[in-house]
Each structure stands twice: as C-alpha cells, then as structure tokens.
C-alpha cells in the first residue's frame, strides 16, 4: 500500500515541484538565522536603497536589508500556524473521536458546540479575542486552534462512525477493553492518514489566515518580520517601489501553493480526498 | 421523518442562543464599553471619573452584564433587535439596508460561481488524471491560495487604476439603487469567486468521479446513450448530494470571505457594519448581524439536510426509520 | 528640523494662502487679490480618519455626529482656528474677558442668515450653548450662557480659563438654529458655506452651495461631497488614483513618495499634526521612577533621524517633551542634544552600567506611522546600552486597555498615545500629575508646574502667559516626565486641477470656502 502511494506521488510531476518548493521553503525557514548577513530590525542602510552588494534586494521602508527580513519572514508565521493546527487536530481527535465512540449526550453535546462555532464568522471570532486579548503568540496560536477545531471534530467523527459498526472495534468490546484504550488501539490508528491529510490541509488555510491577520494588523506585531506585515507595510509603495510587495507575495504564495499541491498529491495516493477541508472558514 | 425535521429546528433556536451568548461574552471581554468607545481621547482626557459614571448610567451601561444580555435576549426571541446604545437608533433600521447588500453580493456571487464551478468540476472530472484536470486544478488551487486582501487589491490596480473601468472604491449609499449595486460589486464578486472557486469545483470534480464510475451511469453507458448525456443527466444529479453537504459550510465560509471583501471594496454590506459595530461596541447590532448570518448557516444546513433527504433514497429510508 | 522647513513652507500654495489672510485681516476681498477664481464646479473629497462619533440617518446632521468632524462645510463656530494656530472671528466678531478670565463677553457677527433664511442671534448661539455644555467635554466649564441684546452673549466659566477662545472653536461648538435640547441641530441646518442635499452617514454627504453665505461671493464651488473613507487608508487613496475622488485628507506620510513628481497632484503639508507620546509609569517599582533613566532615554534619541526615516524631509517635526507642537508660537526648541554617550553615563549613574532592559512597551496604529517611530526608537535605543521590546495592539479599545486598572492602582502601561494640536494651556495641561499620560508624573518640579499652568489660566496677557509657558516647558526638560519625540505635518493630497485648498493641522478645521477649480 505505502509503496504504491509512494510511486504515484513519483509519477506526479506536478506533485514533485509541490514538495520540492516546501522543501526549500522549510530548509530556509530552519536555516535563515545562520544566512543573513544583518539582524532583522537593523538599521543597517538608508530607507528604500536599491539592489547593491551590501543589501542585495536593497533595503525597506525604515532602511532595513530586504532580504534578511525576506529569508525570516516566514518563521513566525509558519511557527504559529503549526503550533495552532497541531493543537485543533489533537483536540479535535479526541472530541470527533469521544462523540463517535460514546454517541447519546455527549455526541450531542459535541456536535451542538461544533453548530454553534461554524454559526459565528470566524472573522468575527479573530476580530473580538485578538483585541481582548492582544496579538501575542500564544494567543496568536489559541484563535488558530478555535477557528479549525470544529472542522477536524466533523471529519473525525465522520469517519470514526464507518469504523464503529466493523468487527475488530466489537471484537476490542468483548475483550473487555477501556474506553481509552479502544480509542488509542483501535481507531486511531485507522484515521490516522485521515489526520495527516487534515493537518496539511489547515495548515495552508492557517498560513493564509495568519498572513491576513497580520496584514489586517490582527496578527504578528512589529518588528518581526513577516510576510503579511511587509505586504501591509509595502503597499503604499507599490506604484513606486513595487519589490516591496511581490517579494513577500511571492514567497508567502509560493509557499501555500506548494504545501496544496503536496497535500493535494499525498491525498489522492492515500485515496483520501483533500477537497473538503478547503473552506476559508 | 417530520420528527426529525422538527427536532432539527428546535436545535436550531438552541444553536442561536448559544451564539448569542458566545457573542455578547466576547463583546464584554473587548476592553472598553460603548461609551468609551465613542468618546475621543480628547474628550477622555477632560472628563472626570464621575462625569463618566454618570454619562454610562444614562446609557444603560451601569447594570450587570447578565441582565443586559437577558433583556436583549427577551426583546430579540420576539423579533425585536432593541435599538443602539448610543444613538437608540432601531437596530433592525440600521441592518436592513446592509443585509440587502450583502444577500445581493451572495446571491451574484453564487450565480456566477456555481456554473463556473459546474464547468471546472465536470472538465476536470472527465478528464481526470489528465492534462486538462491538471491545469485547471491547479489553477483553482493557485486562485485558493491567493488571500483575498491580495486578490482584491490586484483586481483593484488592474481594472480601476490602469484600465478605469470599474470603481476603486464603492461610493454608492447603503440604500443605492439594485442595479447600480450590481453594477459596481463586480470586482467584489470576482474576488470572492477566485477564493472559492477551487473548494467548489474539487468537491463537484470528487462527487463526478464517483458518479462516472458507478453501476448506474455504467448502465446508462451500455443502453448506448451519449457519453456527453451520461455527463449531464445522470453523473451530475448523482453527484450533487456530496456537495450539498458540504453547503453550508460553505456558507459559513463565504461569510468571512464576505466581510474582507467588502472592506477591501467598502462595499455596504453586512461585513463592514459587523467591523463597525464591534469597534463602536454596538453590542446590539453585532448580536443582530451575527444572529442574521447564523440563521443563513442553519437555514443553509436544513435545506442541504432536507434535499439530501429527498435527493438519494437511502438516506430517505434511515431518516423515515430514524 | 527645530521647526517647519523652508522648502515645506515655500511648497505650500503660497498666493492662495496670502490671500486668504488679507481677507481674513480684512485688508482686502479675496477675491479681488488675483485673477478672480472660476466660481463653478463640485470638488468629491475621501477622509480616511475613523470617526467614534457618526451618527445614523435620523441624527448624523447633527455636528456632533457628523462626518468625520468635517463641520466647518455646513456650520460655523464662534471662532476659528487657522492654520497657523492663531484665533480669528467666525461668527463672533470680538471678545473680552473679566480680570479673573472668568466672565467671557462675546459680540456676535450681525446679518448671518442661516441656511432656512432664517438670523442668526443671540437666542441661538444661547440655546446651542445649553446644549454644548451638557454634551461637549471641552464645553463643560461653561457655568452659564446668556444673552446680552440680539448680538451679544455673556459666558460664565466654573473657573478662569484664558484660553476660552480656543474652546469656541473646537469641533463639536458649532452654532445651530435655537431649539429644545433633544431637537437642535438634527435638522442639518447651519450657517455654513454649504448645506447638505443628499446623506448617508456611513458614506458620504452631498452639500451645494449656500448662496446665503455671509462670506460674501463664497464659497467657488457649487458642490462639495465627502466621502468617509474612515479606516481605510488604501480604498481612499485607490479612489483617488482612479480619478473618483479629487483630495483625500490626512494621508499615510509613506504614501507620499508615489505622488512625488506627478504632474496631476499636489502635496499639501499641514504646519503640524499629531506627535507621538511615550508614556513613562512611575508607579512603585518601575524603572522610570528614576530620573536619570528617563534623562538617558531622552538623550539616547536622535530626533532628526527618527523625523527623516518616518516622514521623509518634509513630513516630520522634532518634539520636545512636552505636549506642545513645534508650529505653535510658545514652543521652545528642546535643548539637548543626541548623546549616547551621556545617556550610558546617566544610566551608569543610576545604577545599569551594563545598559537597561526596559519593560516591553506598545504601541497601537493609530496613524500608520506610530509602528514605523518606535520601531526605528527602538534599535536606537540599542546603541545606547537601552533594550526596549516592542509590541503593537490592534486599535481597537487600545486607549481602555491601556489605562485598565489605572484609576485603582496606577498600575498603566508603558505605552503609546496620541497627541493632537490644540491650544498650548490645554496641550500643556496633559501633563498633570492626575493624567496617565503624565505617567502620573508628582514630586517638586510637577508641583510647580502645575502652580505654573493655574498662575497662566488666570493671565489674560499673551505674552506674559508665553513666559510662563516656557517656565513649565524648561521644567518639562529637566525632569523628562514622559517623551515626545517625533510629530506629523498632516498631509493632504489633491488633484492639481484644483486651487484654495490649505491643509490644517486639525484636520476639523480645513475650510472649503477659498476651493475652486481651475
């Protein structure tokens, strides 16, 4: 099985490109530290200096090297939406799990709260905790994880009901097997390629969302550098300096695209489908 | 059947209420109440402490937090919004015009977005696996993975400012005229389209594949009938019942996607009367505008519910027993 | 950079402004002063400042619900403040004030007409009084308003303010046809260049011209609309690139640089603007309790450098500490100089000679510039031994979860906070020990400014006032209560196709009566 998956992905070249750019997007993302030449918020030149030996994409708005604050750009970014999505597909494991196993109330319970989340735009849910509780990283983290929690829990659920009904869960029953134990032995293992195709999915989604927070003045504070506060920052400039936006643009799109045509191929090797997950939520 | 229809509605009235409570918590956590809100920092920088207790008793601001939301409560079950804390404007006066904004943008939207969603899916299902699938999932994939304040602004330069055809920014009162509303959210209604395009088709093409490989098209494949009728009259109803699943939160997601945009085009909609609202702390008329998109979501949830119910018998025949 | 520059003073549309002060003085018509302006023609203007205060269909005419503050289109006040901060009549003509600067006798202009036809007297400016002083902040030291004959009214104050005049012209004390307290002013009609024909508050107002203008042959244009573009500083300048709006007030000072050069736009710099304030704590146990630290943060900044990067040559000017902007006539140039070096000493004196980490300071955008100034603040403060995290808040109810608290512990924030141009005994007056924007500033010097500042409400002589006003910004320096950097010269844009538009560094205060097109 995994080694047909495997050769499928080969055989796609459009999913070859997809994994090769997410890799040099995650070696630069671990490596930037050690490749700049200036420290991200330096002032190390004058305002808007061109491409020169020293600033080789010359520098921004406030006379920092671009292309330090390029290669670092992505981190937080990057950092937050994992962290974010790591936590709602864990929770949502065990909530779609719990409602699909125990049924009766607390399905109901966990399903009503799930309505009850999808009935509030998110962006009213980012646009009321953010200036709550601030636009630190840990807060940062937690909106992400509310805001994908409730699509995880339906699609474990989901798929945790097919599995219920088949004879090796019936079988974990009359043995005698805890609760817990059913659940960690018996069904994880069976959503488990359910659950990497999820993350990969919400972590696009969840890259794309922090990107506009923090274009929207919601997200990454300043001076970090990131790609959706340097688009903000650029935009005015646009006419003039153009570099100042496309740059970033370019490396936070290259970076979504790359990470859904990678998910996008896995999924269809693994015969799961990718499409649902895909809500701007 | 009708019983389960019926408890689906009572949870819905459940849902709403608990979306409200989830709302007003929310507005108490924000720092700052209407009145702040709406004074300057300057005025805040001459009024005394007093002074401003004795302005938030007037408003009503002073009374506890749980009777505040119990008395909107009361008033909003019977269909009365209240009216605004500053100005004791009638809520439902000052969402009316937005909400008819913001339905016409919707309903464009999906107008334009549902045949073009149609002839992606269908392409790319027929050839699947092929150059023609390839390309254009792709691109839908590239169009998803464009944030809308990216593709908005993009539209904005391209046809407003280097080609003038279309208006920057909307001018129009919330109460213009229908038509000249359409006339003017067309680069909002392709925004919106190119984020959500890809969700759409990939879910039509997935619930097509099915579809083109099952017994029932097979069937209609070996009594000689067109391949291009096969297409269109058996594997597209077939494939609509996955889909409409997926409606709603659909819906829930064109709502946010709805509010970006338009901010981005200052189009007078629901959206921007919500970011409004929270920032002025207009705790009615957030409740009201969240309460009027909840109810789309649900209401959206029950018609995906019930059509599937009368689209595919088996799930007929388990609700009838259920 | 002490105070305005040349080049910005020459750039500004120097005849237009000429002009418009002979008129003013009364030496001559304005109009007669150069080739006649075109009456004629409508001019559609974005403003991109957020209003708290906008109204909705049934009372958004109302001047204190009005667009973006843009009063002086539809109403007029007692008196104006032009854009050199200088008080001159509107609808009073002159004014005078008791000894104690307590009891205010104001003579009012004869012959305004309103927009319905209907005179203007004192029975109006009374009854729009009552309700200011009920619901205007500023307004609410007024004891008592009365009239004194048709064209006089009588001001009676809770204590003596010599600066009164200036709260005649603030932005909510337009002058409103008389009518019980909840009714005046919903009707929309004033005594203003322009009366309004078409509304929604939530986006724009359409005005025509008011042919009753008691400036007589103003205003040029036949309409005027202004469209809130409030919060959405891209959507207003987009408009404007696409030809749908012709100026656009208050712009980012960043989005200069794409105009710069174009022949179909003029730059219009205010003579100031907001600055920036860098609230220091001093409540028990925070480092800013010690003098020689705020002195070091005072000193470890380079002012120029910050005014250049942030605003480019013109756009900026140098604070000095106190609340006062460097284009009002009391200002005193700050008086030390960038030194790092003696910033290191101060603080080794204090007891960091290996430099200090300072608690982590926020800041929220509420110009688009604040996040670039303590950014560029901040690795300044570096090369001085100074470590100063930064954190940006979102705006919305910054200013409440900034003080959170406060009123119980004192306990506020090392923050941000916006200071706008005002009067100076009123700017000044921010740095009472009882305001968090002083960072509850006490001890001996705070005493005596503020015995300074109560000596000067009572001074009804402007040049001794000016003297006191220097004594308290000298006191400023020495004991560095809070710091203020860097300030803005609002900047407006416009169509060049259009002449008469001065910009203002309160932005309530831009006046349309000159505007015509060429």
């Known amino acids: ?281 | 059947m009708f019983a389960a229809i019926a408890r689906r509605i009572s949870l819905s009235f459940l849902i709403l209420i608990l979306v409200s409570l989830f709302v007003f918590l929310a507005t108490e956590v924000l720092p700052g109440d209407a009145l702040d809100v709406s004074l300057t920092d300057d005025d805040l920088a001459v009024l005394t402490p007093e002074q401003l207790a004795e302005m938030r008793a007037e408003l009503g601001l002073d009374r506890p937090a749980a009777v505040r939301y119990l008395s909107w409560l009361s008033g909003a079950l019977v269909g009365d919004f209240g009216n605004t804390i500053i100005t004791r404007a009638p809520v439902a006066d000052i969402i009316m015009g937005p909400l008819r904004n913001s339905i016409l943008l919707a309903l464009a939207t999906t107008a334009v977005a549902i045949p073009v969603a149609h002839f992606i899916g269908i392409l790319a299902a027929y050839w699947r696996d092929r150059a023609p699938d390839t390309i254009v999932s792709t691109s839908a994939i590239v169009g998803y993975s464009i944030p809308e304040f990216v593709s908005g602004n993009a539209l904005i330069l391209i046809f407003a400012i280097w080609l003038p055809i279309f208006p920057a920014t909307i001018v129009l009162y919330t109460d213009g005229p229908i038509l000249e509303m359409l006339a003017v959210s067309i680069l909002p209604v392709a925004t919106i389209v190119i984020g959500s395009i890809a969700y759409l088709s990939r879910l039509l093409r997935l619930g097509l594949v099915e579809a083109l490989v099952s017994d029932y098209v097979e069937r209609a494949r070996l009594a000689g009938v067109s391949e291009w009728r096969v297409v269109f009259t058996h594997a597209v109803p077939a494939s609509l019942v996955p889909t409409l699943n997926a409606a709603a939160l659909y819906v829930a997601g064109l709502l946010s996607g709805i509010v970006v945009v338009e901010k981005v085009f200052a189009y007078p909609g629901l959206g921007l009367e919500l970011i409004n609202a929270v920032l002025k702390r207009e705790v009615p008329v957030v409740q009201a505008t969240v309460f009027l998109g909840a109810v789309g979501v649900l209401l959206m949830n029950l018609l995906a519910d019930l059509s599937i119910i009368a689209l595919d018998p088996r799930v007929r025949r388990s609700a009838g027993r259920g | 950079m002490t105070t305005i520059s040349r080049r910005a003073v020459l750039k500004a549309s120097a005849w237009s402004a000429a002009a418009a002060y002979m008129a003013r003085v009364g030496i001559i018509d304005s109009a007669s002063a150069q080739p006649a302006p075109k009456p004629g023609g409508g001019l559609v203007y974005a403003v991109t400042s957020p209003n708290n205060r906008l109204g909705d269909a049934t009372n958004g005419l109302h001047p204190h619900n009005w667009i973006d503050l843009a009063n002086r289109t539809c109403y007029n006040a007692l008196v104006w403040v032009d854009e050199n901060l200088e008080l001159q009549p509107e609808l009073a003509t002159s004014w005078e004030a008791d000894d104690g600067q307590e009891v205010w006798e104001v003579d009012l202009r004869e012959g305004v007409e309103f927009h319905d036809g209907s005179e203007m007297t004192s029975k109006d400016v009374v009854s729009s009084f009552e309700f200011h002083r009920t619901e205007t902040s500023f307004a609410r030291q007024i004891a008592s308003v009365e009239a004194i004959g048709n064209h006089k009214v009588r001001f009676r104050l809770t204590e003596g303010n010599s600066e009164f005049p200036y709260i005649l012209a603030e932005y909510h004390c337009m002058i409103m046809p008389a009518a019980e307290p909840d009714k005046i002013g919903l009707s929309g009609i004033g005594t203003g260049p322009f009366k309004p024909v078409g509304f929604d508050p939530r986006r724009s107002i359409k005005m025509v011209a008011n042919e009753r203008y008691w400036r007589t042959g103003h205003p040029y244009l036949e309409t005027l609309e202004v469209v809130n573009r409030g919060g959405q500083m891209e959507g207003a300048v987009n408009g404007f690139l696409s030809g749908q709006f012709d100026a656009v007030t208050n712009i980012d000072p960043g989005f200069v640089r794409q105009f710069q050069g174009r022949d179909d736009t003029s730059i219009v710099y205010a003579s100031g603007g907001d600055q920036a304030l860098m609230i220091l704590p001093k409540y028990d146990g925070s480092p800013f309790n010690d003098k020689r630290v705020r002195q070091a943060i005072a000193a470890a900044i380079d002012r120029d450098r910050i005014a250049r990067i942030v605003y480019g040559s013109d756009g900026g000017w140098v604070g000095n500490d106190t609340p006062l902007a460097s284009s009002d006539p009391n200002f005193l140039a700050y008086p030390y100089k960038y030194d790092t070096e003696r910033a290191r000493a101060l603080l080794a004196e204090a007891g960091y000679p290996d430099g200090i980490t300072l608690p982590t300071f926020y800041f929220a955008p509420y110009w688009p510039e604040i996040p670039r100034i303590f950014q560029v603040m901040s690795e300044m403060l570096r090369e001085a031994g100074i470590t100063m995290p930064i954190e940006e808040r979102p705006n919305d109810g910054y200013r409440q979860w900034r003080v959170e608290d406060a009123e119980g512990t004192r306990k506020h924030r090392f923050a941000y906070g916006p200071v706008g141009i005002r009067n100076p005994g009123i700017s000044l007056y921010r740095m009472r020990p009882d305001n968090n924007e002083s960072g509850y500033w006490s001890g001996e010097s705070a005493e005596r400014y503020m015995e300074l500042y109560a000596k000067a409400l009572v001074t009804g002589d402007p040049s001794a006032r000016r003297e006191i006003y220097h004594e308290m910004q000298e006191i400023a320096f020495e004991d560095a209560p809070a710091i203020l950097p860097v300030g803005r010269r609002n900047i407006l844009i416009h169509k060049s196709n259009i002449a008469g538009l001065d910009n203002h560094p309160q932005a309530w205060s831009i006046r349309f009566d000159e505007v015509h097109r060429l």
């Open chain 1, 1 to 281: 099985m995994l080694k047909k998956s495997g050769k499928r992905i080969l055989r796609s070249p459009v999913t070859m490109i997809g994994i090769a750019v997410l890799t040099a997007h995650m070696a630069i993302a671990a490596l930037a530290p050690w490749l700049t030449p200036y420290g991200s918020s330096e002032l190390a030149g004058m305002p808007f200096e061109p491409p020169s030996r020293e600033f080789w994409l010359g520098t921004d708005i406030l006379g920092r090297d671009y292309l330090t604050r390029l290669l670092m750009g992505g981190r937080i970014t990057i950092s937050v939406a994992l962290c974010g999505v790591f936590i709602a597909i864990v929770a949502g494991a065990f909530f779609g799990l719990a409602a699909a196993w125990h049924g009766g109330m607390i399905d109901e319970v966990i399903m009503r709260l799930v309505d009850t989340k999808v009935a509030i735009p998110s962006i009213l849910l980012v646009g009321v905790l953010i200036p709550g509780f601030g636009q630190s990283v840990p807060v940062l983290i937690l909106v992400i994880a509310l805001v994908y929690v409730s699509g995880v829990i339906r699609t474990v659920r989901a798929l945790a009901l097919t599995i219920a009904p088949q004879g090796f869960v019936t079988a974990a029953v009359l043995r005698g097997e805890s609760n817990l134990s059913i659940m960690c032995r018996e069904f994880l293992p069976n959503v488990l390629d359910l659950l990497c195709v999820e993350f990969a999915i919400r972590m696009s989604s969840a890259i794309l969302l922090v990107s506009s927070l923090s274009f929207l003045g919601l997200g990454i504070s300043p001076p970090t550098p990131d790609w959706g506060l340097m688009v903000s920052e650029g935009v005015g400039y646009i006419h003039t300096d153009p570099w100042l936006v496309i740059y970033p643009s370019i490396a936070l799109s290259t970076l979504v695209v790359a990470l859904n045509l990678t998910t996008e191929g896995v999924a269809n090797a693994l015969g799961l489908d990718a499409a649902r997950g895909m809500t701007k939520g």
